[in-house]
């Protein structure tokens, strides 16, 4: 069943779900994680450092700065075809492309997600475990991860629409 599109998260309101159901002490700190994060939704090194350095993981435990990287990136990898679209309207130079893309990218996660199907909540959660594990995490808390995020990416395609 999908949910209409007045009912649906957005990607922060799904990392939100998921860190609370890992740690709720670090959604205090989300807004500022996630604001790092969509300055430069691409991923460039530099920004990764920064979100997921040192800096940031002393303040706070590592749930939240891992959550808004990977299950913002994996949505992205799932919307790409999207984001290209977007971003390819009336391209003329490659600066111009990369700055209309990551433009696309900050507008796919302002808005409602769409409705995910099995296979595609599946290659999300599969996505966010990879990374989690390249990333060093140990394999427990790697799935422990990915089946926060598979719970909050199943709750959002089994909420029913509302009544009336």
């Known amino acids: 069943m999908s949910v209409p599109t007045s009912r649906q998260r957005t990607t922060y309101q799904l990392v939100e779900a998921v860190v609370a159901r890992l740690d709720q002490d670090e959604l205090p700190q ?10 430069h939704p691409d991923g460039r090194e530099r920004d990764r450092e920064h979100l997921l350095g040192s800096g940031v993981l002393t303040e706070i435990s590592a749930w939240a700065p891992i ?26 130079t490659l600066f111009v492309w990369r700055r209309r893309r990551r433009q696309a990218m900050r507008e796919v996660l302002a808005e409602p997600l769409p409705p995910f199907d099995d296979v595609e909540q599946a290659r999300i959660a599969r996505s966010v475990r990879s990374k989690a594990l390249a990333l060093g995490l140990p394999e427990d808390k790697a799935q422990l991860l990915a089946d926060a995020v598979s719970g909050e990416l199943l709750r959002e395609s089994a909420t029913p629409p509302p009544e009336g």
Request: proline content about 3%; overall charge neutral.
């Open 30 to 39: 989300l807004p500022r994680l996630w604001d790092a994060y969509t300055r």
């Open 67 to 92: 959550v808004v990287a990977f299950v913002g990136g994996a949505v992205l990898d799932a919307l790409k075809e999207e984001i290209t679209e977007r971003s390819r309207d009336g391209i003329r």
